[in-house]
């Protein structure tokens, strides 16, 4: 097991608490905890330290990207605020960490008002569509970045 020096935010949005329970045909049947247990295994594994949220309501979701500001990097799953969160964007926008967005299923395989996201504008990247993966790519995408940037000297 890698030491961990990097420290991650995994931020679930609305709803995600229901995941293994709410529509298992669309979302699967790992709870909640079951995915946050692999993705701190996953991340400990490769020298991350992943933190794991979940927060139902914006407001909340808001203090948890504020608090992000000092972390590494940041996984959201905003959820159903995806399509209509100009509030999230923002707080995105309004904190250095580099964060990568990330769902479960591929919105544009699903009803037309999913296919559009407020929030991957204010990320680095969306990775969707392939479950649980989608979260542990994106982890991997974030290590990758931090290690190149740690590995460039500095430049006066």
């Known amino acids: 097991m890698a030491a961990?020096?990097?420290?991650?935010?995994?931020?679930?949005?609305?709803?995600?608490?229901?995941?293994?329970?709410?529509?298992?045909?669309?979302y699967g049947t790992t709870t909640l905890d079951e995915l946050n247990a692999r993705l701190e295994a996953y991340g400990s594994a490769r020298?991350?330290?992943?933190?794991?949220?979940?927060?139902?309501?914006?407001?909340?979701?808001?203090?948890a990207i504020h608090r992000a500001a000092d972390l590494d990097g940041l996984v959201i799953n905003p959820a159903g605020y995806?399509?209509?969160?100009?509030?999230l964007h923002d707080a995105?926008?309004?904190v250095p960490t580099p964060s990568i967005e990330?769902?479960?299923t591929n919105l544009y395989a699903r009803?037309?008002?999913?296919?559009?996201?407020?929030?991957?504008a204010a990320c680095s990247g969306?990775?969707?569509g392939l479950g649980p993966a989608s979260?542990?790519?994106?982890?991997?995408?974030?290590?990758?970045?931090?290690?190149?940037?740690?590995?460039e000297p500095d430049h006066v």
């Open 82 to 87: 995806t399509h209509t969160s100009v509030a």
């Open 47 to 63: 020298g991350l330290a992943v933190e794991c949220a979940q927060e139902n309501s914006e407001g909340a979701m808001i203090d």
């Open 126 to 128: 969306v990775i969707m």
């Open 102 to 104: 990330v769902h479960l």
């Open 135 to 151: 979260y542990e790519l994106a982890l991997d995408y974030l290590l990758s970045t931090l290690t190149t940037n740690n590995a």
């Open 4 to 26: 961990s020096s990097h420290r991650v935010l995994v931020l679930h949005g609305p709803n995600l608490n229901r995941l293994g329970l709410r529509e298992p045909s669309v």
């Open 111 to 120: 009803e037309s008002f999913r296919h559009s996201s407020v929030t991957a």
């Open 92 to 94: 995105l926008l309004s």
